[in-house]
């Protein structure tokens, strides 16, 4: 089965400015998750979907990101504007079932560098 | 919340030996999941194995194992015959269980060296 796609692989741009990553899951995948993961440190999510609604957007910074998953496949996750604590890397993942019994399949992440 | 700490930042193994890495969680919920994974250069999150902390059996998978004690909200992953391909971070993570969201927990992480 293909994996889970993410682009651009990289991506620099200025502070202020905006930017958009793009995701698509494994085909059927219902759950999709975007995680950020500074350098050094663990990733940390961001953002879950079951199909197209939100389960959790607690850590989700609200005046700067945005994500949408239009019609439960494809998600955007979005930075405006952008700071110097955005650079990091973005991991988007998928899995099956929502609760842990199916395993997450990762993409290889976006990285993202804010000059 | 949930927290999960790792507390070997790098470990460094001769190609062959064993090696095992540390991890401490913390939950006041008795149903949840644990994981390590690896990630090596590529960025790719790849899962090495999976715990469910209802099962007192410990996880296996080939010459991966790991050491879960619940009461002591450990879980340890030991490798063995390590191989040049393991080198790569490692990293702990933790799911609730039951209803609601379910997004990873993740640790610092350890950076595996294998020497040659």
């Known amino acids: 089965e293909a994996g889970v796609a993410q682009s651009p692989r990289y991506k620099i741009i200025e502070k202020r400015q905006s930017v958009a990553f793009w995701c698509n899951p494994i085909?059927?995948?219902?759950?999709l998750y975007w995680y950020q993961q500074i350098l050094g440190q663990g990733p940390k999510l961001l953002i879950q979907?079951?199909?197209?609604?939100?389960?959790?957007d607690s850590q989700l910074p609200k005046d700067r990101f945005s994500a949408e998953r239009l019609k439960g496949v494809d998600s955007t996750l979005k930075i405006q504007p952008a700071k110097l604590e955005d650079s990091a890397v973005y991991l988007c993942?998928?899995?099956?079932?929502?609760?842990?019994?199916?395993?997450?399949?990762f993409g290889n992440g976006t990285r993202l560098t804010v000059t | 919340a949930q927290t999960v700490t790792q507390s070997q930042p790098e470990m460094s193994v001769q190609e062959a030996e064993t090696v095992t890495l540390s991890c401490t969680y913390d939950?006041?919920?008795?149903?949840?999941?644990l994981f390590w994974y690896k990630q090596p250069p590529s960025r790719q999150m790849i899962l090495v194995i999976r715990?469910?902390?209802?099962?007192?059996q410990n996880a296996t998978e080939n010459r991966f194992s790991v050491n879960f004690q619940k009461a002591a909200k450990s879980f340890s992953l030991k490798i063995s015959d390590s191989q040049l391909g393991d080198a790569a971070m490692y990293f702990c993570?933790?799911?609730?269980?039951?209803?609601?969201?379910?997004?990873?927990?993740f640790g610092k992480g350890t950076h595996l060296i294998i020497q040659p």
């Open positions: 993942a998928s899995s099956l079932v929502i609760r842990g019994r199916s395993p997450l399949h």
């Open positions: 085909s059927g995948h219902a759950t």
């Open positions: 979907f079951q199909n197209n609604g939100v389960v959790d």
């Open positions: 939950t006041s919920e008795s149903d949840y999941y």
């Open positions: 715990q469910e902390a209802y099962k007192q």
């Open positions: 993570a933790y799911s609730p269980g039951g209803g609601g969201a379910d997004g990873l927990t």
